[in-house]
């Protein structure tokens, strides 16, 4: 018996590591559970939508339930001074999800506002939230490490410095060069990959709006200055 475990989990681990697919969409294999294209608003507050879309897609793979999960309790319960200018300090995170945990987003609902107050009820200010926590936060820093992460487990959290002409941005493979000129920080969902014509890209979602590039997407080239790093987590 002991050595069929074995057997079965080094096939698990195998599988788990096989060589990516060409391409992958996380909304083709998890079409219930990838939650619909968020909108940050006046609000520069991608990093907190992205991590908040994360943990909702991530929560519903695994207990088959949708529940979209607050980016304004994440915005508002880590220690950022000004909660609209993009920033954010991963150690803050990870206590608060790993310790508290986020509300729901029905729970707690999207204000795009500055300096709004850690929340201990929900809207209502009757009805104590319902919080999701996850395990430590993840990383992976190969690309086929994040497609293994994305194809098995769900989409990831990625954050780079968007260049100035990133707003432009309607269609087609986004070239991110490096001697292009830097403009705001972004947080961007990573759902997948893909390859047009010789060229290697990651599908991302922003929290620009479903209006935004394709749809709410933008394929970013690969190996091109994008997403040197993911980060996830396992919601418990």
């Not at 608003?41 to 990093?47: E, M, N, Q």
């Not at 001074?81 to 987003?105: P, V």
Request: glycine content about 6%; some cysteine; aromatic content about 12%.
């Amino acid at each position: 018996m002991r050595s069929q475990l074995i057997v079965l989990a080094l096939v698990a681990a195998m599988a788990f590591c096989a060589d990516p697919p060409v391409f992958f969409d996380a909304r083709d294999k998890w079409p219930n559970c990838i939650m619909p294209i968020r909108d940050q608003g006046a609000c520069i507050s991608t990093w907190a939508q992205a991590f908040a879309g994360m943990m909702s897609d991530r929560y519903c793979i695994v207990k088959s339930q949708k529940v979209p999960l607050s980016a304004q309790d994440l915005l508002s319960c880590t220690k950022a001074t000004n909660q609209c200018n993009g920033m954010f300090n991963y150690a803050d995170i990870n206590t608060l999800i790993t310790a508290s945990g986020i509300a729901t987003e029905a729970c707690i609902a999207y204000k795009a506002l500055d300096a709004q107050t850690c929340q201990t009820k929900c809207d209502d200010n009757a009805t104590d939230p319902v919080r999701v926590k996850c395990g430590a936060i993840k990383n992976d820093t190969t690309d086929d490490a994040i497609k293994n992460t994305i194809m098995n487990t769900g989409p990831v959290f990625c954050y780079f410095t968007e260049t100035i002409d990133h707003k432009d941005y309607y269609d087609g493979i986004y070239y991110y060069a490096n001697n292009k000129k830097r403009d705001a920080p972004l947080g961007v969902k990573v759902i997948g990959w893909g390859r047009e014509n010789g060229i290697d890209y990651w599908i991302g979602e922003l929290s620009l709006s479903a209006g935004f590039g394709e749809n709410g997407y933008v394929r970013y080239k690969a190996k091109d200055g994008f997403c040197k790093f993911t980060s996830y987590c396992d919601p418990q």
